[in-house]
């Protein structure tokens, strides 16, 4: 089946620094990708809509400015949390999806914001 | 706008014991139906799904029936094993490839 990577896996930074995480589709071209949040056993929060070459749709309460998103090609999309803090740790994890629209889900990436 | 809503866990069961995990959805249209497993630390595997009324999608064991007149897609298994210990995750999603709405996710451990 299709594989979706994210890297790193793990990653711990200062408050105030900035992470990118990577999300890769492996064996397929994704124009689209979705970058979920999940919180402590909660459900997974959709945060914004990656379009291949386009800006990224946000869902509503989600700051564009602090979590950038890039989908600069078919197989790649990143988001970067800027100037974090520890409110922003977190599991986050991305999907892609394929040309027969479906959706392929990434391993997640623990963000631990100190 | 649509939703998912999932039976409240943690469900503890013994090993070959029956499982039943509750979903029902909230939709304006037709749309499809999944159950998504998280095991600890990883993402999320689709597990099943079903894309119209009185589909039912089965995978590993695991069965679960899009009913329309109750607007739910309860998950079930015979018989469960230790290794079935994960997060499952219902699912909706209003027409193909968008956005997906998931449920709370419910906690299942299975004791040897």
């Known amino acids: 089946g299709a594989v979706v990577s994210q890297h790193p896996s793990r990653v711990i930074c200062k408050s105030g620094t900035s992470v990118k995480i990577e999300c890769r589709s492996l064996d397929f071209q994704a124009t689209t990708m979705f970058w979920y949040r999940q919180f402590p056993k909660k459900s997974l929060m959709l945060m914004a809509t990656?379009?291949?070459?386009?800006?990224?749709?946000?869902e509503q309460g989600v700051e564009k400015d602090k979590f950038l998103i890039n989908h600069a090609s078919l197989t790649l999309s990143t988001l970067t949390v800027t100037s974090a803090h520890p409110e922003d740790s977190s599991f986050y994890i991305c999907s892609a999806r394929d040309h027969n629209y479906e959706q392929y889900f990434g391993p997640g990436t623990r963000l631990t914001v100190t | 706008g649509n939703s998912v809503t999932q039976m409240e866990g943690p469900v503890t069961l013994s090993e070959e014991a029956f499982l039943t995990i509750n979903c029902t959805y909230t939709?304006?249209?037709?749309?499809?139906l999944f159950w998504y497993v998280q095991y600890p630390g990883e993402g999320l595997q689709l597990l099943l799904k079903?894309?119209?009324?009185?589909d039912k999608g089965s995978n590993k064991g695991f069965e679960a029936t899009y009913r329309k007149e109750t607007t739910s897609f309860h998950l079930e298994k015979g018989s469960v094993q230790v290794s079935d210990s994960a997060v499952y995750f219902c699912a909706l999603q209003e027409t193909s490839g968008s956005r997906l709405t998931f449920g709370e996710g419910t906690q299942l451990t299975v004791n040897p």
């Open positions: 990656s379009n291949e070459g386009s800006k990224a749709t946000y």
């Open positions: 079903a894309t119209k009324a009185d």
């Open positions: 939709a304006t249209g037709y749309p499809s």
